[in-house]
């Protein structure tokens, strides 16, 4: 099983910058798409953006040219920079990753615990 675990949230004035980092642990064969999702209070999680381990990238539109999501295959990490933020990117933010187990079973999923991130207007 792997386990995921963020760092990186925290307060920030609209126009500010962050950086989230997820590190991976555990037994695995390997790790396809990872991700970030990101949830809003009394809203459902949407995904911000995505990455293959090919390195194609997918955004979402309220985060396109904003949001930079990368990842490292050889430490197991994904990072998302976030530039320009703004009181709507107010959320909790989740790290995930799609894996194959070490018997080759492929299509698990793992969740991190979130990371806060709240942006002042």
């Known amino acids: 099983q792997v386990q995921l675990v963020e760092s990186g949230g925290g307060l920030v004035q609209a126009g500010g910058s962050l950086r989230l980092s997820c590190a991976s642990s555990?037994?695995?064969?390997?790790?396809?798409?990872m991700g970030w999702y990101r949830q809003a209070p009394g809203m459902a999680r949407e995904l911000a953006a995505s990455i293959t381990s090919g390195g194609q990238t997918n955004y979402a539109d309220s985060v396109k040219g904003r949001f930079t999501i990368s990842r490292d295959n050889a430490k197991k990490t994904v990072d998302l920079q976030m530039n320009t933020l703004k009181p709507e990117d107010t959320a909790v933010y989740y790290c995930?990753?799609?894996?194959?187990?070490?018997?080759?079973?492929?299509?698990?999923?793992?969740w991190g615990q979130g990371t806060q991130v709240t942006v002042s207007s």
């Open positions: 555990g037994s695995m064969l390997s790790i396809g798409i």
């Open positions: 995930n990753a799609v894996y194959c187990n070490d018997d080759g079973r492929c299509g698990f999923s793992s």
